[in-house]
T-cell receptor, first 114, second 114 residues
């Protein structure tokens, strides 16, 4: 039973390029969360998705960032026209249901913008 | 708005000594409280959680935490620290808003000296 899978582990992009981060939740989990972790900071909530729906995107920057969780396939966090300030570790977590459920985390994607 | 404060950015303890990591939260009602641990380059792993009932919660790896409503605190403790406990520890709070949005503190990095 594989855990939460994130790929790639490391992603290097030049300023202005697009970054696509993928997250496959644990089997049977239909809730996905994305967090961003900057050096010396905790995890900042970005977005919460269920299959084909964005439930809460209050932590997402208004521009350049988008997320989806299609009926089939992994959840995608997309960052357009990346800037150096986007460099961070991006973690995905999943849960089976909304009530009293702990989060299972992936190992993260380290995004470096040159 | 709900928030989580971990006053100590880093703590150093000797192996075999006791440990207490502090966590304070701000929330109007009793939230769901968690402690997670993150090893370098890894995602987060749940240590323990509190939802209701007994205010002293036992977790994995010999950790425990005590919920004190009057102090809005949920401090993590371990009677005897092992070198392998060196990691970053995150306190988190969640509430059911039709889905669970988990907010994390900034983390406390634990160093263990021989």
């Amino acid at each position: 039973n594989a855990g939460v899978m994130q790929n790639p582990r490391h992603l290097v992009r030049r300023r202005g390029q697009e970054a696509r981060l993928r997250c496959s939740p644990m089997k049977g989990h239909s809730h996905v969360y994305w967090y961003r972790q900057l050096p010396e900071e905790g995890l900042k909530f970005m977005v919460y998705l269920q299959k084909e729906n964005i439930i809460d995107e209050s932590g997402m920057p208004k521009e350049r960032f988008s997320a989806e969780f299609p009926k089939e396939g992994p959840s995608i966090l997309r960052i357009q026209q990346v800037v150096r300030g986007d460099s961070a570790a991006y973690f995905c977590a999943s849960s089976a249901q909304t009530t009293n459920e702990k989060l299972f985390f992936g190992s993260g994607t380290q995004l470096s913008v040159l | 708005a709900q928030s989580v404060t971990q006053p100590d950015i880093h703590i150093t303890v000797s192996e075999g000594a006791s440990l207490e990591l502090r966590c304070n939260y701000s929330y109007g009602a009793t939230p769901y409280l968690f402690w997670y641990v993150q090893s370098p380059g890894q995602g987060l792993q749940l240590l323990l959680k509190y939802f209701s009932g007994d205010t002293l919660v036992q977790g994995i790896k010999g950790f425990e935490a005590e919920f004190k409503r009057s102090q809005s605190s949920f401090n993590l403790r371990k009677p005897s620290v092992h070198w392998s406990d060196a990691a970053e520890y995150f306190c988190a709070v969640a509430r059911n808003t039709g889905g669970f949005k988990t907010i994390f503190g900034a983390g406390t990095r634990l160093f263990v000296k021989a």
